[in-house]
């Protein structure tokens, strides 16, 4: 099996995701990271199943992803499959793939899988090394379960009830938002050292660097991943900026072989904050692996 993967990822988690799929799907299996300097699409004759992954925004897709895939190429019944990550288990993010599903539906494709993981959050709050290392855990067992159904041919039906995921379309004021606000972005001089990693890593390549000012344009889709890896802090991401802003790598996988960081539980503050998310979605996972005998591996 031949396996074509697309991805958007801002800070990494989406990219992970998308590695660990691709690590337990068998056959050949190519990335394709969607930014905003892709110019042609691979050919998608040669492949047999595609995939869509990236991190909800709004309970929706970014803005761009869903730009992107309306350059897909009419199909006669090819099957792709879609993933997301997220800091959050609520239900309300299991429908962000619906506007995706139903346009490449229409150009005769057929969905076959849909799947949520949960991952640290890069802005509202930052999870603690033990919440992060639990969620990578779960991720790599998940993407091992869903890719061996997509080896396996083991593909569901993927429709959606009418009025589940109603507020989708609602929420999705995001994306102008996106756009609008990218622009109130600002670099703190008195912290920046010029080093131009915003401008060299954002995906859209919506920062520039001209006359000795950092000028943040219009394609913003708000990935944080300029206000996340700056090394110094210096990026004030507009509204953002204060409780919600988030900054340095988790190292996710450095701490799932670190045996001093443990795994968090349900006596965790985390947690138990946000029991009732979290004690579903893990307990639907442990579920899930259980039917495949996978286990949970770390150190």
Not at 31 to 44: A, G, M, R, V, Y
Not at 147 to 166: P, S
Request: glycine letters at 4%; hydrophobic letters at 35%; a positive charge.
């Amino acid at each position: 099996m031949k396996t074509l993967i697309f991805y958007f990822s801002g800070t990494g988690n989406t990219r992970l995701v998308a590695n660990e799929i691709k690590n337990n799907l068998i056959g050949e299996t190519t990335l394709f990271e969607i930014k905003n300097d892709n110019k042609e699409l691979p050919s998608f004759d040669e492949y047999d199943l595609i995939g869509i992954g990236y991190p909800i925004h709004g309970f929706n897709s970014p803005w761009f992803v869903y730009e992107f895939i309306k350059r897909f190429p009419k199909v006669n019944n090819k099957h792709f499959f879609t993933f997301q990550s997220s800091g959050e288990a609520h239900p309300a993010n299991n429908y962000s793939a619906r506007k995706i599903i139903h346009h490449l539906r229409k150009k005769g494709y057929i969905p076959v899988q849909d799947f949520h993981y949960i991952m640290p959050y890069n802005m509202i709050f930052r999870h603690t090394s033990e919440m992060a290392k639990l969620f990578y855990v779960y991720v790599k067992a998940l993407a091992k379960y869903n890719a061996i159904r997509l080896n396996e041919h083991d593909y569901d039906v993927v429709k959606y009830k009418w009025y589940k995921g109603w507020h989708t379309p609602i929420v999705r004021i995001e994306w102008p938002f996106a756009k609008i606000h990218g622009k109130l972005f600002k670099v703190d001089k008195k912290k920046c050292i010029n080093c131009k990693t915003c401008v060299k890593t954002c995906p859209m390549n919506n920062i520039e660097y001209k006359d000795g000012k950092y000028i943040f344009h219009a394609k913003c889709v708000l990935c944080m991943r300029c206000s996340f890896y700056c090394p110094k802090e210096a990026i004030k991401p507009g509204i953002f900026n204060g409780k919600w802003k988030i900054t340095g790598s988790y190292n996710l996988t450095k701490i799932i072989d670190d045996p001093s960081v443990r795994l968090a539980n349900e006596n965790d503050k985390q947690y138990k904050k946000r029991i009732l998310c979290y004690k579903k979605y893990f307990k639907n996972a442990d579920a899930l692996l259980a039917s495949k005998n996978i286990p949970l591996i770390y150190k």
